[in-house]
């Protein structure tokens, strides 16, 4: 069965049919242009926009650096004197690879040139973008890996490349029309012009990007480095999958994790060789010891006096309710899923035109429909084969965008596993005290006047995964000291006295009065003291000194089922026999 902390739509082997393996694997090419806008110093800043993208680029480097991702990422400059190729004003920074510590070296290094004035690739050259585009595409196709998405970002704030004759309008607005189709996605980061005027997208770039929405330019690094992670990690591709609607309606429809990156999986490592270690198991016959082939091992159970034998292939077989996919079975009212209804990780779904031509239409209707009658779907889910299934509940999210016009959430579908009945537990609470009005009074008036109006749990980072990636990247980059993490999760004391000292008193005199004591069925069960009391009483023959209140304690402590009205000469045979 899978593990309800496993997406299970991933891992999936390649194979025709109603399915699809995508690789989790990304490549995107990150393209800084080097024209004369991009290298002047911004009067208020002092920072040259080319510097501004190649320190966005460095943190995306370093975040992949950290986390140990197997991504590839790579830096083209056009504009430049230097060419790496046979085009001119091209020149490959950095390759199309895994990042590592010589990456993040090499792009510091060319943004202390940049910002010193020293270009060492020549500046202002005029290039060709159809040029740019087919060594983007060429580089993507030399690349050994198979990578799920593939993604060239453009840092420019020249709305039209210098020189741009119509025939070379042409050459790359059908260069990016091929790559399109190829699966490749372009997009296009503006930066601040030295005016100050918009960036007008229209002049050239939304030919090659026709559904590109235009976000406004910021100068800030850390807004630039969050863009472009939104941009380079929005969605991961796991699958393609079939959804059934109806026997008459099928479309496609992709299967995607948007909780970033899988964990690396733990290797177990030979302490002699350091080599990974290879885990071997067999299945032995007990009476003359001989290795069993799979297909000599059987399953049996149990039914009534019979024992009823199954081979490999019953079993498999009886956990196939259906084909693989989403099958939709009904709607309900959005109010009916509860927050502990979720029984494990959700998928995240969105059209596919590449299983069913006009999947994205109906799917937009069925989601903007849903969203609108405040309804959810039902529906079974088999993500692979021989699996049994699971019910889902289908959640709708509208797509959401920042004042930047920078796309937060995207639209689509989120698959939520529902429980079976025998899923659900019942909670066994402990007792506690009821408040009283004056108690209820006094806490509404003390949360009115600390909500915050504005709140995101964004806006809060934890500062133990801070610290603790700013370390690994200190010894990565092997740096002299360690940058210090400010705490933003301490409460600000001071504000909150000045904005609520009156109502925090008032709450703290009613609530907990002078001569406050917490009642003894409120208090958390000291086991441990009860534990040592009883082992000591029995070694000492005494336990028939211990009180019923405290051998019930025991029971419970170490799990001795005993009933609930036993006396205590029960208790004590029972705990007597427990402890041998």
Same mark, same amino acid.
């Given at each position: ?17 109603? %399915?699809? #393996? ?33 320190? =966005? ?28 190729? @046979? ?8 390759? *199309? @690879? ?8 090499? *792009? ?12 060492? %690739? ?7 973008? #159809? ?32 020189? &741009? ?18 699966? /490749? ?11 100050? !005027?918009? %960036?007008? /997208? ?66 177990? &490592? ?5 080599? $990974?270690? +290879? ?47 989403? #099958? ?20 995240? /779904? ?44 289908? /959640? ?30 019942? *909670? ?16 509404? !008036? ?10 995101? =749990? ?9 610290? %603790? ?43 907990? $009065?002078?001569?406050?004591?917490? $009642? ?6 000291? #086991? ?33 089922? +005993? ?18």
């Amino acid at each position: 069965m899978d593990s309800e902390f496993e997406d299970p739509f991933e891992n999936e082997v390649e194979e025709e049919g109603s %399915f699809s #393996y995508i690789s989790t694997l990304n490549g995107t090419l990150c393209v800084v242009d080097c024209s004369e806008e991009m290298l002047v110093k911004d009067s208020e800043t002092g920072v040259s926009r080319a510097v501004l993208a190649l320190e =966005a680029i460095k943190a995306t480097y370093c975040n992949k650096l950290i986390s140990g991702s197997l991504d590839h990422l790579g830096v083209i400059l056009c504009g430049t004197d230097t060419k790496t190729n @046979d085009y001119d004003g091209l020149h490959v920074l950095l390759p *199309l @690879d895994t990042p590592d510590k010589t990456c993040v070296e090499v *792009l510091q290094k060319t943004s202390n040139e940049f910002a010193s004035g020293k270009f060492q %690739f020549g500046r202002g050259q005029v290039y060709s973008p #159809y040029h740019l585009l087919w060594t983007c595409n060429s580089t993507f196709t030399s690349c050994v890996k198979k990578l799920g998405s593939r993604l060239v970002m453009i840092f420019t704030n020249v709305s039209e490349p210098h020189n &741009l004759d119509p025939k070379t309008r042409q050459l790359a607005t059908t260069k990016a029309r091929d790559m399109s189709e190829l699966g /490749i996605t372009i997009s296009i980061i503006p930066l601040p012009t030295l005016d100050g !005027s918009m %960036f007008e /997208i229209e002049k050239f770039y939304s030919a090659l990007v026709p559904d590109h929405e235009v976000t406004n330019p910021t100068k800030d690094i850390e807004d630039l480095s969050m863009r472009v992670h939104r941009r380079e990690s929005k969605v991961r591709m796991t699958a393609n999958i079939n959804f059934v609607v109806n026997p008459e309606l099928t479309i496609g429809v992709q299967c995607c994790n948007l909780f970033g990156e899988p964990a690396a999986k733990h290797v177990n &490592l030979c302490s002699k060789t350091n080599q $990974p270690v +290879v885990t071997v198991s067999s299945v032995v016959r007990e009476t003359d010891r001989a290795v069993l082939l799979p297909h000599e091992v059987y399953r049996s159970c149990k039914f009534g006096s019979e024992t009823v034998i199954f081979s490999k292939d019953d079993v498999e077989q009886m956990k196939v309710r259906s084909d693989k996919g989403i #099958y939709l079975i009904g709607f309900r009212p959005a109010g009916d899923i509860k927050f502990h209804h979720v029984a494990g990780k959700s998928t995240f /779904i969105r059209p596919s035109e590449a299983v069913y031509n006009g999947s994205t239409d109906f799917f937009v209707t069925l989601l903007t429909r849903l969203q609108a009658r405040e309804k959810v779907g039902i529906v079974h889910c088999v993500p692979r084969e021989g699996t049994p299934g699971f019910i889902g509940a289908l /959640i709708p999210q509208l797509e959401e965008r920042d004042e930047d016009n920078e796309q937060i959430r995207p639209m689509g579908f989120h698959i939520i596993r529902l429980p079976f009945a025998d899923d659900i537990r019942k *909670l066994n609470y402990e007792p506690s005290i009821e408040p009283n009005a004056a108690q209820v009074d006094a806490a509404k !008036s003390l949360i009115l006047k600390l909500k915050a109006k504005q709140f995101s =749990a964004n806006l809060l980072e934890n500062p133990e995964v801070m610290q %603790f990636n700013k370390t690994l990247e200190a010894i990565a980059l092997e740096k002299e000291t360690i940058e210090e993490t400010d705490d933003s999760t301490k409460p600000d004391v001071e504000s909150m006295n000045k904005r609520a000292g009156k109502e925090m008193s008032l709450f703290n005199d009613v609530a907990f $009065p002078a001569g406050y004591s917490i $009642p003894d069925e409120c208090r958390k069960p000291d #086991y441990k003291r009860v534990i040592a009391l009883v082992q000591n009483r029995s070694r000492e023959g005494t336990l028939a000194k211990v009180s019923v209140a405290d051998l019930k304690l025991y029971c419970q402590g170490v799990r001795l089922k +005993v009933p609930s009205n036993a006396k205590k000469g029960d208790l004590v045979e029972a705990v007597t026999k427990f402890l041998g």
